[in-house]
């Protein structure tokens, strides 16, 4: 009990510090509004704006989280294809590396003009496209990782490749496709956010950051940014509880 | 045939990129059924290569492999593996480890008999009260036990073991050394065993063969007599002692040969 209570409280205390410090960072040096809002400046905007926020939250929300789920089949089907075929690692790496390295803000006037309005297919595949890469080579690695015992254990008794991937190969590879999953997550963030604020279509939290920038309504803005924090960190935390799950196992005791 | 594990004129060959590296070069061993052979050589001889050569992973360029009459064409679930690295499944209980085999191979016991036989294997090498724990809780020594129990599960007709003490300290080495002899007690099998510790060879084998340096052929073949050592006190006895020397003497004429090769490339 008293853990599950340290587990919450020190975070929340040091978020407390962090908005404390701002707020005094703003007093101090007497900042107007336009330069940088307080904490204090945000309630008001979350005030008057609630039902905007709840409505546009939810749309960067199921968007992000299904441009996600995207890149987790996508990027999980990727990676055992370059886990298993060495032949197929070699062509598709640089390709990937490659396409990987283009700024995805560039991305967006493109896929923008290729798919006319069609806002949220666009906003789910700008998501995506960010996202699969750090699952597909974690995947790969894992695979192509994975001893040549762990297999001739299998191998040795009949087992056919498939019994070896369900049994051995994919278990193993969990760890690493969660720690690649952790860093998707925030990436799905950005890429929902790049097609939401680049091209704007009155969508998503972005497109309420980008009426707060028309309007000057800059604690608006820095509100928007708190409530992509907040959704980053719920989402997070849903990949952690998943992760205890599936490969807790992988986990060291402490001590 | 009188022999469980028959291999005669065995040639392999690696195709690399400069061209085969043969590894194999008339091998010839013979294991009667409830023998114990182990085959000692100098490093990198190709003793590995002999293992998945029996256990039906690979098929030799030359000669034939047979177990309990039967040509070796393929893996075959009357074959059980222990490596030096024990490769338990994290994410498995230690029981759970041990069952891995009967849920590929079909067999006989019910669910119930399963757990049974695994309750049975694990409590012979000592490791009862561990069943529930994750292999990560336990010591290397403790792994390679439950390693071991994994291989046996399955009643195979052919344990081998690939160095299974190699990377184990002394004293936990010479306690496996005495489980082993416990466990092929109740559990009897046709035993190959890979090792470099020609002592291992002689506590635990009824049949000692010395492979040449690469490529290997069998160069010598030493019995040890049903009264070899079968207790710790055991290896320094004179007749331990001889049996050594002959073995040291003879991987030195083997590492000769390797090390004349290596000079003359």
Redesign the interface.
């Known amino acids: 009990m008293n853990k599950n209570l340290r587990a919450i409280a020190v975070p929340l205390i040091a978020i407390a510090i962090l908005l404390a410090f701002w707020e005094w960072l703003v007093w101090f040096n007497g900042w107007p509004k336009f330069k940088m809002a307080a904490p204090s400046d945000l309630i008001p905007a979350y005030q008057r704006h609630w039902n905007l926020f709840i409505s546009m939250g939810w749309q960067t929300l199921w968007r992000t989280v299904l441009g996600l789920l995207l890149a987790v089949l996508f990027g999980t089907v990727l990676g055992m294809i370059m886990g298993f075929s060495r032949t197929m690692r070699d062509a598709l790496y640089p390709i990937l590396v490659g396409f990987n390295a283009i700024p995805k803000a560039t991305v967006v006037p493109i896929v923008a003009l290729m798919f006319v309005g069609q806002h949220d297919f666009n906003t789910v595949l700008l998501a995506f496209m960010i996202s699969f890469f750090p699952i597909a080579v974690s995947v790969s690695i894992g695979l192509s990782t994975l001893e040549p015992e762990y297999r001739d254990i299998l191998r040795s008794l009949g087992a056919s490749q498939a019994t070896i991937f369900w049994k051995i190969a994919l278990p193993k590879t969990l760890p690493e496709f969660f720690g690649a999953l952790k860093v998707a997550v925030t990436l799905a963030f950005i890429g929902t956010n790049l097609m939401e604020i680049v091209s704007p279509h009155g969508r998503g939290l972005g497109a309420l950051f980008d009426s707060g920038r028309t309007n000057s309504d800059f604690p608006l803005m820095f509100a928007v940014l708190l409530a992509l924090a907040f959704l980053g960190i719920v989402l997070y935390y849903i990949v952690v509880a998943l992760e205890k799950i599936f490969a807790g196992w992988a986990e060291r005791a402490p001590g | 045939m009188t022999n469980l594990i028959e291999i005669k004129g065995v040639r392999h060959a690696y195709r690399t990129d400069a061209g085969p590296l043969p590894v194999l070069d008339g091998l010839e061993i013979a294991v009667p059924e409830g023998g114990f052979v182990a085959v000692v050589g100098p490093s990198g001889c190709g003793k590995s290569t002999l293992t ?1 050569l029996i ?3 690979m098929k030799p360029d030359h000669g034939e492999v047979w177990l309990h009459g039967e040509r070796v064409k ?4 009357t ?1 059980g ?1 222990a ?1 030096q ?1 024990p ?1 338990l ?3 498995r209980t230690i029981l759970k480890n041990v069952l ?2 009967l ?3 079909p067999s006989k016991l019910s669910k119930k008999q399963a757990e049974e036989r695994a309750r049975f294997l694990l409590s012979l090498v000592g490791l009862e009260g561990f069943e529930d724990k ?1 292999p ?2 336990l010591s290397g020594g403790m792994r390679q036990r439950a390693s071991l129990c ?1 291989a046996l599960i ?1 009643q195979p007709e052919v344990l081998i073991l690939d160095e299974p003490f190699g990377a184990l300290d002394a004293f936990t080495r010479e306690d496996l050394w005495q489980t082993m002899h416990k466990v092929k007690e109740r559990e009897p099998f046709t035993g190959v065993l890979i090792t470099h510790d020609l002592r291992e060879s002689i506590f635990l084998a009824d049949q000692v063969v010395v492979l040449s340096g690469r490529p290997a052929r069998t160069q010598h073949v030493l019995d040890i007599p049903s009264t070899g050592p079968r207790t710790l006190d055991d290896l320094y006895t004179p007749e331990a002692a001889e049996h050594l020397n002959i073995l040291r003497h003879q991987i030195q004429i083997a590492q000769g040969r390797a090390a004349a090769e290596d000079s003359a490339t």
């Open positions: 998945r256990a039906g992973l393929g893996p075959r679930a074959v593996m490596f690295n490769v499944l994290e994410w891995l085999p849920e590929i191979v994750r990560s809780e994994r399955h």
